[in-house]
């Protein structure tokens, strides 16, 4: 069950939290079309791949893992936790080193096991990618596939982030957009930090709503969205228009016609 502290904290991680944005909900739905567009990500990343920042991330993770003594030491590296984290959808966790050694290197078959406890699906996900419960270990961490799923995470990430200095919450619209058809039901969306921030986002119901049981929450979602229709990609992008239009619009002070902002959707 999802308790009230670790939802607000999954409410308030990400997302932008930290981008000087300041378009209006106009700008934003703008922005979010041109992330969408085709060939948009390939082109961004790309880009991304470029930047000298990033490449120096990558060397220096490349550096730290190479010298590893075992896969703790590895996974409690700041330099690879820099980069693997945020490569595997867990970025804003790296001053967790403990915790993140635990949860992926947990028994992802085990309901019990920490990565399953967490409350947070992303979790789970980034274990199954790296599959270090297996034995294989730091060796597994090093192989040439898991470093190329790595890097093209990282580069993702890189350019997504980037967009939300365009707009708040561009980076988890695309999350969402990519994602949504994996949920079946509610409580798929609470137990996971981006989707809840979009589905609550978009919906307009308040973080505080994090403190109620997990039930009322759901029961909260379920009377305002009909979850089948996040199967259709269209649905979805209305879905997440909505979001980054209430974020534009709560950063700017709520200012603008709701009529006005709502014919953006159509």
Do not use: H
């Amino acid at each position: 069950m999802i308790n009230g502290a670790l939802a607000l904290s999954m409410l308030g991680a990400g997302g932008g939290a930290g981008s000087r944005a300041t378009s209006s909900p106009a700008e934003a739905v703008a922005a979010l079309k041109r992330a969408l567009a085709p060939g948009a990500e390939a082109k961004g990343v790309a880009q991304a791949a470029r930047d000298p920042q990033v490449q120096r991330s990558l060397s220096r993770y490349q550096s730290a893992l190479d010298g590893a003594k075992d896969l703790e030491s590895a996974l409690k590296d700041p330099r690879v936790l820099s980069v693997l984290l945020p490569a595997l959808g867990l970025d804003g966790e790296q001053n967790k080193p403990a915790l993140v050694f635990r949860a992926l290197t947990s028994d992802l078959s085990n309901p019990k096991s920490l990565v399953n406890r967490l409350g947070d699906s992303r979790w789970a996900s980034a274990a199954k990618t790296l599959n270090l419960a297996a034995g294989n270990g730091l060796q597994a961490l090093r192989s040439a596939a898991m470093q190329q799923t790595i890097t093209r995470g990282f580069e993702s990430f890189t350019w997504r982030k980037g967009l939300d200095d365009q707009a708040l919450g561009l980076s988890d619209a695309l999350y969402a957009q990519e994602n949504a058809a994996t949920v079946d039901d509610p409580y798929d969306i609470l137990g996971n930090g981006v989707m809840r921030r979009v589905v609550t986002g978009s919906l307009g119901l308040p973080d505080a709503m994090a403190v109620q049981s997990v039930e009322t929450q759901a029961r909260a979602i379920t009377s305002r969205l009909d979850l089948s229709k996040l199967s259709d990609p269209r649905e979805v992008t209305k879905l997440v228009q909505r979001y980054v239009m209430n974020r534009a619009q709560n950063n700017t002070g709520g200012q603008g016609s709701p009529g006005g902002l709502l014919s953006l959707l159509g």
